[in-house]
């Protein structure tokens, strides 16, 4: 691999996860990405899942194919072999298997090196594919090293339903009005865009035992001014 993973020294008590996989190398959401992530000394590595048409789940950020593949559907209204079926894009000298993994191939992974996975569930699940995804993770004995994230608060209280101790993160780009009392009601850390954490943000979530991840950092400048706000977790492409 002739491109490198950038190295933060000093990064005390901050955690780094590996967006989408090994992204800043890798394509994104692949089980190469996820796999080279795996190998590296990322405390979790994070992906974004859709439900198909036919009840699967897979992981790919879009909600089309067009950015990442060669061939351009829907991705809720297809099948998983349609999906699977549709090769990627390819990085320029990197090799990988071309296709969208499924959710269970990534916690596999996750599982064998032992690394958090970090899910995020992309646009409003309905309750039965949010309780379906956990369920999937519960048979892989994997849910107790999984974070789901997600920019509908809905989703993760489907979750907290049934799950009252799981470990959840409501993703935002600024911090708003009420935002941190909610959190607390709901036992729901923060998920916050980068430019938008402060040094009085991350003192006020820890006083009320609210864990702070960022994303996404691949500046190392960027990445030490973070950790010295004390910022729990760092979402990266590249960082390490």
């Known amino acids: 691999?002739?491109?490198?993973?950038?190295?933060?020294e000093n990064s005390a008590d901050t955690l780094f996860i590996a967006h989408r996989g090994l992204s800043g190398i890798y394509t994104e959401n692949t089980?190469?990405?996820?796999?080279?992530?795996?190998?590296?000394?990322?405390?979790?590595i994070e992906t974004d899942i859709h439900p198909t048409a036919d009840g699967e789940f897979v992981t790919i950020h879009d909600d089309t194919t067009r950015r990442v593949g060669n061939e351009n559907i829907q991705v809720e209204s297809s099948s998983l072999q349609e999906l699977r079926s549709i090769a990627l894009k390819k990085k320029v000298g990197i090799e990988d298997e071309g296709y969208i993994p499924t959710l269970s191939e990534y916690i596999e992974i996750c599982k064998k090196y032992g690394k958090t996975a970090v899910v995020e569930l992309k646009n409003t699940f309905e309750r039965n594919q949010v309780f379906k995804a956990c369920e999937l993770i519960e048979r892989l004995g994997y849910?107790?090293?999984?974070?789901?994230?997600?920019?509908?608060?809905?989703?993760?209280l489907y979750i907290r339903m049934r799950y009252p101790k799981q470990a959840l993160q409501y993703l935002v780009k600024k911090d708003s009005f009420g935002l941190i009392l909610r959190l607390r009601m709901h036992k729901i850390d923060l998920d916050i865009k980068h430019t938008a954490v402060t040094n009085e943000l991350v003192k006020k979530c820890h006083k009320h035992g609210i864990k702070v991840n960022c994303w996404t950092v691949d500046a190392p400048h960027t990445a030490q001014k973070l950790i010295e706000s004390g910022v729990d977790?760092?979402?990266t492409?590249?960082?390490e």
């Not at 089980?31 to 979790?44: I, L, Q, T, V």
């Open 237 to 239: 492409n590249i960082l």
């Open 233 to 235: 977790f760092i979402t």
């Open 31 to 44: 089980n190469a990405a996820f796999s080279e992530a795996a190998k590296c000394s990322y405390f979790g």
């Open 1 to 8: 691999m002739d491109k490198q993973t950038v190295k933060i």
């Open 143 to 156: 849910m107790d090293k999984c974070i789901f994230i997600s920019f509908y608060f809905q989703n993760l």
